[in-house]
């Protein structure tokens, strides 16, 4: 990788996921490739968590701006929807700063065999520690959070709400 290329991708690397501030598209693992041309124009590719996430508007709008900012004012942001993105994806540093931040931090996500993807219409059962008081004593409050890529749990414990980033 070029320095430019380099200076341009910690750049975008440092742009912030408007639905969970704490953590940056690097961390999340939405941030994918960031290429500059020859002619310094720069081409960012991101996979979005869900197919249909509402933010990557804001996502592509906040990239575009930060370059610019940087001084690149050539600046493309391409979609990738393959392959589908991951829980899995999210980084180390990620995950904790979501821990620090009060969420539950996914497990692994669900494997899956080639082909169709099964139609469930209730959730899987998950066994959670509460990330305030680390209580297992955690019930399900709704499957569908503030966003779609977390639900709200309550820990039976000390009553503390909490949102948990989802197995994708």
């Not at 912030?16 to 941030?31: R, S």
């Not at 942001?77 to 980084?91: G, N, Q």
């Not at 996914?106 to 469930?120: I, S």
């Amino acid at each position: 990788m070029s320095a430019g290329e380099l200076r341009a991708r910690a750049v975008a690397a440092s742009v912030t996921d408007p639905e969970l501030p704490p953590l940056t598209l690097d961390d999340l693992g939405v941030l994918r490739e960031v290429t500059v041309d020859a002619d310094g124009s720069v081409l960012v590719t991101i996979t979005p968590t869900y197919s249909g996430c509402p933010a990557m508007a804001t996502m592509r709008d906040d990239l575009e701006h930060k370059l610019r900012q940087h001084g690149y004012n050539r600046v493309r942001i391409r979609t990738r929807l393959t392959p589908a993105w991951s829980s899995d994806w999210i980084s180390a540093e990620g995950r904790r700063k979501l821990s620090a931040a009060g969420y539950s931090v996914p497990g692994p996500a669900p494997r899956r065999a080639a082909g169709p993807v099964p139609l469930t219409l209730t959730p899987k059962p998950r066994a959670l520690i509460c990330p305030q008081c680390g209580s297992p004593n955690t019930v399900l409050h709704s499957e569908f959070g503030a966003t779609l890529c977390k639900a709200q749990y309550r820990c039976s414990d000390c009553l503390e709400p909490f949102d948990h980033v989802k197995e994708i």
